[in-house]
């Protein structure tokens, strides 16, 4: 065994801890229903405030929605690491 083969299993745990947030993180907000009125008012917020990104004005909430369901590929990275 390498030097270079000690590292594949952190890797590959660290993968499998980062993609388990990742998806926890995406069905928690996907199912968020605020209660609380400050809640509420920080998911309005994210619906009013307009900013420029690439130029095109977007909201908040159009950049957390179109984040949410698709994996990154910098989270599918880190599996093929070890490779």
Known sequence: MGIGMRAQLPFRISSV???LFALGHT?????FQPTE???VGVL???KRVPFD????TVHWIDLQDSAS???SPVL?????LGD
Do not use: K, Q
């Open 17 to 19: 801890v980062l993609l």
């Open 27 to 31: 069905a928690g907000f996907l199912s």
């Open 37 to 39: 009125p400050e809640a």
């Open 44 to 46: 309005d917020s994210m």
């Open 53 to 56: 990104f690439g130029g095109h």
């Open 69 to 71: 369901p698709s994996p």
């Open 76 to 80: 599918r990275r880190p599996s093929s």
